[in-house]
């Protein structure tokens, strides 16, 4: 199985202190992975390094069968080759209606010449309310998203990143804040998700890692520390002197 | 929800309605066509007022949906003027020069009318030639292209290097007002080509038409002016009601998150400003014919703030708040600043309107920003019933993503 993104030797400092060190990490087509790791271990920069919100001093990242490199592409242009990214806050424009969110993100032509003659098509509609059942927000397609509740916006955000049918899928810290219920159903939907497309789940939670049963990848001061299954992790001794500060 | 463009703007159609009434209603008041009520200098101030109201309309467009507070848009606006007036003096010039040469014993050759008229036009600078950027002066439909191509292609310029380096903010807002200021300044100098501080003048007069009175030229150019002002709103309502309108107002919310989404950002900032550069060159291009004349001072920075001014105290985002702004406060203004309004004798001073009108309008500006943003258009709400949610206590951070604060300890 050939990886869809690799990354390898990525460094990145910021005013000298190495936010990223020698960080290598790849990832199928269809894997769902979690990354845990203390504050300052690197793991949202490692996302921005992904997302081409922070550029890399060194290393290379590629995406795709054709192993295109992301380090030359903007935000945006990162965003159309398939890689969605959820913050760990939700973002979701809330002065706009659940249904104007999700056409915004559906999957269509981004220009703004398209999307200004783009008119709603019956598949459209179809499509937005099919994801807004999967995400359980059917009922509440025309409210505004600043009406909906906090774990509501993390779904309608999740249903967002599903619009836009990414290949790679980065996730930071989907259930801070979510009540036990709310958490099942996003585990459930991370997991469903992971069939069809690389999942790529940042927690601080081990519970939450644990339900989601993948392999994971612990970082330390930017690089990875350890990778297997979380009980193969927590049982090394690095992983272990990190966690308790022994280090 | 697959209604149709009107049923989903119900605005548009009574903004129409209003629109044509009120143009009937003054057609009917006027000299020319009916009741001789209302004077030809009269309507000449409502016929620029319709412009006002269509260039509020671009700046609505950036700065209420879009989210870029542009402090250089009345630079477009006089671009556009200067446009249409370098061929609207030429034109009147030419036929003032063909007459008088027409005296003469010998018919005078095309060379010895173009002399004539660029001495009659710069001799008040001191030149006697055509500087180059007047090559095109002698067409009409070649210096309409300008009108429309040359502040287009400032702001798509300019546009491209502020958008592409990330500008946003209140540096982009210094970036537009510097552009303007420098743009006068360069103006203000003789040798610019366009006549220095003098301006161009003399641009009531039609050339061809000097048959017809002020009094019908104005009317017409009211005419004009709420056709322009009725396509303007009608073109930016189907530009907002679309997915475009959801992505511009989701930049000027969230712009990273958009980038996240797959959207240019740039690329969608540099079409609203090129666009709204161009209505604006548009709104121009009808206002100063009727002005009668143009100079640099028009490009005055305090031109653009007005602007944003009348924008804000009408209702940014939403159209019409716009087009209630600027109709506003711009003939408030022009009532209280004509010195019509009487003074007020305080006793140990006397408050002269002329004078203070400024400082009531930026107060205005001040308590409409903290009390009541969402401006005049904010009234339309209350008597429909729509009202944000209350959600109680202010907001915890910055973002208007951020919880509020109840919301928080719930």
Same mark, same amino acid.
């Given at each position: 199985m050939?990886a869809?993104l690799e990354v390898s030797?990525v ?8 936010a990223i060190n020698n960080l290598s990490f790849t990832i199928g087509?269809a894997e769902l992975r979690a990354i845990i790791g203390p504050n300052g271990a690197g793991k949202t920069t490692f996302m921005?390094?992904v ?25 945006? =242009? ?15 424009? =809330? ?74 899928l980065l996730v930071d810290e989907p259930a801070a ?6 958490r099942?159903?996003?585990t459930?939907?991370l997991v469903?998700?992971a069939?069809?497309?690389a999942v790529v789940v940042v927690e601080h939670d081990m519970d939450f890692v644990r339900r989601l049963n993948c392999k994971v990848t612990v970082l330390h001061e930017g690089a990875v520390l350890a990778e297997g299954s979380l009980d193969h992790v927590t049982k090394n001794s690095d992983v272990i002197d990190v966690y308790l500060g022994r280090g | ?9 119900? !605005?548009?159609? +009574? ?5 044509? /009434?009120?143009? &009937? +209603? ?14 030809? $200098? ?14 509020? &309309? ?38 003032? *020069? ?9 018919? @005078? ?7 004539? /008229? ?5 001799? *008040? ?20 292209? &300008? ?8 702001? @798509? #310029? ?7 380096? %990330? ?33 161009? $003048? ?9 048959? *017809?009175?002020?009094?019908?030229? $104005? ?26 309108? $959801? ?26 400003? +090129?666009?709204?550069? *161009?209505?604006?060159?548009? @709104? ?17 920075? /305090? ?12 209702? %940014? ?40 009108? !400024? ?6 500006? #001040?308590?409409? +920003? ?15 019933? #729509?009202?944000?949610?209350? %959600? ?19």
């Open positions: 050939s869809l030797g460094s990145v400092s910021f005013d000298g202190f190495r087509p921005d390094i997302t081409g919100k922070t550029r890399p001093d060194a290393g290379t990242v590629s995406f795709g069968e054709k192993s295109v490199s992301l380090l030359s592409l903007t935000e945006a =242009e990162i965003a159309r080759a398939g890689v969605g990214r959820k913050f760990q806050r939700p973002t979701v424009f =809330e002065d706009q209606t659940v249904h104007e969110n999700l056409i915004m993100a559906l999957k269509a032509h981004r220009s703004p010449w398209r999307v200004l003659v783009w008119r709603e098509a019956a598949a459209d509609r179809d499509k937005v309310a099919a994801l807004a059942e999967e995400v359980g927000l059917l009922d509440a397609l025309p409210r505004k998203a600043g009406e909906l509740s906090h774990g509501q916006k993390q779904w309608l955000e999740i249903g967002m990143l599903l619009a836009q049918e990414p290949r790679l804040g979510m009540t036990l219920a709310e099942e159903h996003t459930r939907l469903d998700m069939r069809t497309r | 929800m697959s209604r149709s463009f009107l049923a989903k703007n119900p !605005s548009v159609l +009574t903004f129409l309605l209003v629109l044509a /009434i009120f143009t &009937l +209603t003054v057609t009917i008041l006027s000299d020319a066509y009916g009741l001789a009520f209302v004077s030809t $200098s009269f309507i000449k101030t409502l016929g620029k007022t319709l412009c006002l109201c269509l260039v509020a &309309l671009a700046m609505d467009l950036i700065w209420g949906y879009a989210g870029i507070l542009s402090l250089g848009h009345m630079a477009f606006f006089a671009l556009g003027g200067y446009g249409l007036g370098m061929w609207l003096m030429y034109a009147r010039t030419e036929e003032i *020069v063909v007459a008088a040469l027409a005296q003469d014993v010998i018919p @005078a050759t095309a060379e010895e009318i173009r002399q004539g /008229i660029a001495t009659q036009i710069f001799g *008040v600078v001191g030149a006697s030639e055509f500087p180059a950027i007047w090559v095109f002066a002698h067409s009409f439909w070649l210096q309409i292209a &300008l009108v429309v191509l040359v502040p287009g292609g400032l702001a @798509a #310029v300019f546009g491209w290097l502020a958008f592409r380096s %990330r500008v946003t903010g209140v540096y982009l807002s210094i970036l537009t007002q510097a552009m303007t200021l420098a743009l006068a300044l360069y103006l203000f100098q003789n040798d610019s080509g366009l006549r220095g501080n003098n301006g161009l $003048s003399g641009l009531q007069n039609l050339p061809g038409l000097d048959g *017809v009175s002020q009094d019908r030229l $104005s009317v017409w150019f009211l005419w004009g002016s709420a056709l322009a002002l009725g396509l303007g709103y009608v073109l930016l309502a189907w530009v907002v009601s679309g997915k475009f309108g $959801s992505v511009i107002r989701a930049i000027r919310d969230d712009e990273q998150r958009v980038r996240f989404l797959g959207y240019s950002v740039e690329g969608y900032k540099l079409f609203v400003f +090129t666009l709204t550069a *161009v209505i604006a060159a548009i @709104a121009g291009a009808l206002y100063y014919p009727q002005a009668g004349i143009i100079n640099p001072a028009e490009l005055a920075p /305090i031109a653009s703030i007005y602007l944003a001014v009348w924008v804000a105290i009408g209702g %940014r985002g939403r159209l019409y708040g716009a087009v209630i702004g600027a109709a506003f406060v711009s003939i408030v203004s022009s009532w209280f600043t004509g010195g019509r309004v009487p003074d007020v004798p305080l006793g140990f001073y006397t408050i002269s309107w002329v004078d203070w009108w !400024s400082v009531v309008l930026g107060l205005c500006f #001040v308590l409409v +920003t903290l009390f009541a943003p969402k401006g005049i258009g904010g009234l339309f709400d209350l008597v429909a019933g #729509v009202r944000t949610p209350d %959600r109680k206590g202010a907001a915890l951070g910055p973002d208007d993503g951020a919880l509020m604060e109840r919301e928080a300890q719930e």
